[in-house]
T-cell receptor
Framework: ETGVTQSPTHLIKTRGQQVTLRCSSQ?????VSWYQQALGQGPQFIFQ???????GRGNFPPRFSGLQFPNYSSELNVNALELDDSALYLC?????????????FGPGTRLLVL | DQQVKQNSPSLSVQEGRISILNCDYT??????FLWYKKYPAEGPTFLIS?????DKNEDGRFTVFLNKSAKHLSLHIVPSQPGDSAVYFC??????????FGAGTRLTVKP
């Protein structure tokens, strides 16, 4: 059973560019959530996907978008990058759609926007 | 809006002693609370949880206490071990909605 993996591990972009981050869910998990963790803060919920459909969204603008594929892997896309988008981006997978179900986190992608 | 607060950014404890990590929340609709542990370069890992219908949940060396009237929960680790050194996040959810995390407390357990 493989755990949650994310790629790339680190990324540097400039303001205005677009970025795509990838996540492979734990085997058998059909739900994936994405979080942004700024320096010195806890993870903030961006959105969740369940069976390829968005299933909830936090307080993030539309330039943050996502996809979930039939194999339940997922992408986070951010357009028109801003300096404040610099953060650690975490994805987490779970068996069902519920915060009460244990979520398994990947190691994260650290994004730096210059 | 900071609905979940961990007011102590760091805590240092001697090996074998008790570690007490605290968390306060403002949203009275929260009905499920979790603690996660995070090592450097790894994602958070689930540690222990508690439903709002309980006031205590125990799992080995880890116990979570919930005081609903004070909107406060705490994580007790007894005895503390050097391997417990990590950042601890508390999180809360309401009505099966998304989790809100605190900013974390860095625990250092000294040998």
């Amino acid at each position: 059973e493989t755990g949650v993996t994310q790629s790339p591990t680190h990324l540097i972009k400039t303001r205005g560019q677009q970025v795509t981050l990838r996540c492979s869910s734990q085997s058998g998990h059909n739900t994936v959530s994405w979080y942004q963790q700024a320096l010195g803060q806890g993870p903030q919920f961006i959105f969740q996907y369940y069976r390829e459909e968005e299933n909830g969204r936090g307080n993030f603008p539309p330039r943050f978008s996502g996809l979930q594929f039939p194999n339940y892997s997922s992408e986070l896309n951010v357009n028109a990058l801003e300096l404040d988008d610099s953060a650690l981006y975490l994805c987490a997978s779970s068996l069902v759609v519920s915060p009460q179900e244990t979520q398994y986190f990947g190691p994260g992608t650290r994004l730096l926007v210059l | 809006d900071q609905q979940v607060k961990q007011n102590s950014p760091s805590l240092s404890v001697q090996e074998g002693r008790i570690s007490i990590l605290n968390c306060d929340y403002t949203n009275s609709m929260f009905d499920y609370f979790l603690w996660y542990k995070k090592y450097p370069a790894e994602g958070p890992t689930f540690l222990i949880s508690i439903s709002s219908i309980k006031d205590k949940n125990e799992d080995g060396r880890f116990t979570v206490f919930l005081n609903k009237s004070a909107k406060h929960l705490s994580l007790h680790i007894v005895p503390s071990q050097p391997g417990d050194s990590a950042v601890y996040f508390c999180a809360a959810s309401a009505n099966n909605n998304d989790m809100r995390f605190g900013a974390g407390t860095r625990l250092t357990v000294k040998p």
